[in-house]
Structures are given as C-alpha cells and as structure tokens.
C-alpha cells in the first residue's frame, strides 16, 4: 500500500447514515493527511457533507431505478450521468475502496469491483458473494450491540487504522450563508433560549400525539422562559398549526425548512433539541447540541444510534407496548429539565 494512498469510501444511505460516517473520514484524513479522500454518496447527503473538511472531493451516486432522485432525473440525462461517474472514478485510480454499510450492500461493492482497487466491506450474512471482496469484515451487526459509527469504524482495520483513532464527535457545518438567512426571518427574542422541538416522523406510526407536544411545551415552560421553535416537514403543517393553537401563549414559531441546508442551519441557531430517533437526531449531534431523543425500547436502536459525541438523555417506554407514540409527555420534560441544566448552566 502506498505511504499516502487514495482512498474512495462509498456510503449510500440517509443522513443518519452519512453522519455516523464522519468520524471514519476524520480519522482517514488524520491517519493519511498526504493521501486523497473520495467520498461517493447520495445528492441527497450533499448539504451533510458539501463542508466537510476531510473530503478532498465528492462523487454523486446515480441511481438506475429510482431516477427522481438524481441531480437530473431525466433517463437520458441519468444514464449520462451515470457513464460520467464511471469514468472519473475509474480515472482516480484508487488504491483502496472502502464500503460503508452496517451490512453488505451490494450495489456499492459491484461498483468497487470496476475500480481496480482493495475492496473492504461488511461480509454477507451467508458468507457468499456475487463480487470479490478483498477485505470481508465479519460480525458488524453482532451482540453485543455496538454504535453505527463504531460498527463503520471496524472497516478500517485493513487499512492499519485502529479503534484509539476513533473520533468521539461527528462532523457537520452549517453554510454561514443559510445561518444568516434563517436568523434573518425569526421573530423569537434573542434574549431567550431556543428549544427546538421536530414533531415529524417518517413513519406516521411512529408519531408522538400533538397533545403531547404540547404538554411537554407547557411542562418546560413552567421552569425554563425559553421560546419554542416547533420544526416540521411541510406534510405536517396541519399538526403544527394544531399544536400552535394549544400553546398560543407561550413563544413559539412554526417552522418548515424548505430543504435540508436550511433544516440544518435552523438548528444551528437553537439551544437544545427535542426530537424522535434519526436523521434529525444525528443532525443535532453533528453540531453539538445537547438533545433528547425520543427512542423505541429496542435495543438496537437504544444502543446502535444514540447522539454520538454531545450531551443527551434519551427517553423510551419501558411500561407497555415500548412504542414512541407511547411515551409519557412527563418523562420526555423531566430530561429536558436534567439535561438544561447539566449543559447549560454557564451560557
């Protein structure tokens, strides 16, 4: 292996998953500060990544299928596209490609296989493979349970990376620019904390009812004079405006970023957040913010993706069905309070 190799790290998957890859991409570029880093992700993981100061540059990943989800979208346009991308990688000349999935995933292992490089990746659970990987990594998703980012951090064993150069944070820069526009539109009292508190779930199922939003709100309120940013996707805006109505003598703002840039430099603004497990969450750990997160009483989820380097409680039912929609508005305020104050006290 060269002294200062050049490496392609290829995560496709969802912000949640991108954020748990920052700290593999700060220990590669602390570990070769000489050597090249790539990065082949989703355009919809760009504004996680577009700053991030380990990447030396960022490939877009084409999707064949699900063409809507390109930068263009257009068949004709796609399979361009998707020519073009084969072409730059291929003229990279890596010498090692790194798969980063919690399992194997094997439209990223069939493009490393085309790249002339050292492929490591997640081994299949049936041990077969229809492509060559070099480097198998087995037990990943074994008990005991370890966090996504150390799950990820384990394939870069092969590459002479060890577990002590773990970084303890993610890694997540807000465009000032957004920052500044965000801040520009609010009405809230600069002399106030800002809570924010994301209603929405992916999962409709897996929503927390609106009266509890809003008795949680009312609880905080009673000890901490904040005012309450109420985040929600544009889908929800009737739950928001139900909410609004519940709470309307305590300062608040409905707030619907219109994409993930400004969802982020929404956050950046605030003091402490409140929100379900997932992408959000891992946003809010990115930039630091101490966060409760709401949490089915799995233990995957419990111990497999919780805020990684900042302060949090999280909260789940361990009393009936250990559901989201069914944690007590009580038991998610009683964590605000501890961890405001745990984290807060001097700012």
Request: glycine share 6%; charged share 20%; aromatic share 6%.
């Amino acid at each position: 292996m060269p002294a200062q190799p050049n490496i392609l790290i290829i995560r496709l998957g969802l912000l949640g998953d991108m954020m748990c890859t920052t700290p593999m991409l700060e220990a590669v570029k602390k570990h070769f500060p000489k050597g090249r880093l790539c990065l082949l992700s989703n355009e919809y993981n760009r504004p996680v990544i577009a700053r991030n100061p380990f990447i030396d540059q960022i490939y877009t990943y084409i999707h064949s299928k699900d063409r809507q989800r390109n930068p263009r979208s257009g068949l004709f346009a796609s399979l361009i596209d998707a020519w073009r991308l084969k072409r730059n990688l291929k003229r990279e000349r890596f010498d090692w490609v790194v798969v980063c999935n919690g399992g194997f995933n094997k439209p990223s292992v069939r493009i490393a296989q085309g790249l002339g490089a050292q492929i490591v990746s997640a081994a299949r659970e049936d041990g077969s493979y229809d492509y060559h990987v070099d480097y198998p990594i087995s037990g990943l998703l074994a008990e005991p349970i370890e966090h996504e980012v150390v799950r990820t951090f384990k394939l870069l064993a092969p590459l002479g990376i060890s577990a002590t150069e773990l970084p303890r944070h993610l890694t997540l820069t807000p465009a000032p620019s957004a920052i500044d526009r965000e801040a520009l539109t609010s009405t809230s009292n600069p002399r106030l904390p800002v809570i924010a508190v994301h209603i929405s779930a992916r999962d409709p199922r897996r929503e927390w009812p609106t009266s509890r939003f809003a008795a949680l709100i009312r609880e905080i309120y009673q000890t901490i004079p904040a005012t309450f940013w109420i985040i929600h996707a544009p889908n929800d805006a009737q739950r928001a405006t139900a909410l609004h109505h519940e709470i309307n003598k305590i300062p608040h703002e409905l707030i619907s970023p219109s994409d993930t840039e400004a969802l982020i430099a929404t956050m950046a603004l605030t003091t402490l957040m409140i929100c379900q497990e997932g992408g959000i969450l891992h946003l809010a750990a990115g930039l630091r913010l101490p966060t409760v997160g709401l949490f089915e009483n799995t233990s995957e989820k419990i111990r497999g993706w919780y805020p990684w380097g900042c302060s949090h409680r999280l909260v789940t039912n361990t009393q009936s069905s250990g559901l989201i929609k069914d944690i007590p508005a009580a038991d998610v305020a009683a964590a605000v309070l501890e961890l405001y104050a745990e984290s807060l006290p001097n700012q």
